[in-house]
T-cell receptor, first 111, second 115 residues
């Protein structure tokens, strides 16, 4: 059983479209992080959300942490081919330095 | 800082051979993690160290896998003997320093193919 479920698993859209990907769990996290991984590279941190209900914006990317700190979403406005990659969410349950990773959403933005 | 450095970037070997993967973390980051990534299982934590001491190795699949961190700037992950099912991308990551929420910094990975 995956502690963090990400959906959809795959997403292929056209340039200019909007999209939302989700990261859900039955567990509470003290913080949640989003990473983007491009082909042939390691994951790179995009943002950390800490407070329930928190919304953070990073240019065209909007991240939200659920009120109960069990889920999160990532919304991309006017997607561009450069947004293509694997989006991973990772939760910190507190008490150790370990993170729990979801399996990711593989996004392809076609020109 | 150059970021996390891993070598080799690609490794192709035959079943039964010993494989050693290397990692140099970011200076000042006192936690080091080894992960394995496959399409089927995603990113799996194998082991992590704090101040060069192994803290949790519960993710190490079996005795064929071992990891060491002889000093703060170097770690190895060894597979002996290697098997085809070990084929995956192996990442080293680190955290600590001034990051407040356990954010991790990943290396570029080693793509291992065992024939």
């Amino acid at each position: 059983t995956q502690l963090l479920e990400q959906s959809p698993q795959f997403l292929s859209i056209q340039e200019g479209e909007n999209l939302t990907v989700y990261c859900n769990s039955s567990s509470v996290f003290s913080s949640l992080q989003w990473y983007r991984q491009e082909p042939g590279e390691g994951p790179v941190l995009l943002v950390t959300v800490v407070t329930g209900g928190e919304v953070k914006k990073l240019k065209r990317l909007t991240f939200q942490f659920g009120d109960a700190r069990k889920d999160s979403s990532l919304h991309i406005t006017a997607a561009q081919p450069g947004d293509t990659g694997l989006y991973l969410c990772a939760g910190d349950q507190g008490g150790s330095e370990k993170l729990v990773f979801g399996k990711g959403t593989k996004l392809t933005v076609n020109p | 800082d150059a970021g996390v450095i891993q070598s080799p970037r690609h490794e192709v070997t035959e079943m039964g051979q010993e494989v050693t993967l290397r990692c140099k973390p970011i200076s000042g980051h006192d936690y080091l993690f080894w992960y394995r990534q496959t399409m089927m299982r995603g990113l799996e934590l194998l082991i992590y160290f704090n101040n060069n001491v192994p803290i949790d190795d519960s993710g190490m699949p079996e005795d064929r896998f071992s990891a060491k961190m002889p000093n703060a700037s170097f770690s190895t992950l060894k597979i002996q003997p290697s098997e085809p099912r070990d084929s995956a991308v192996y990442f080293c990551a680190c955290s600590g320093g001034e990051t407040p929420y356990n954010e991790q910094f990943f290396g570029p990975g080693t793509r291992l193919t065992v024939l």
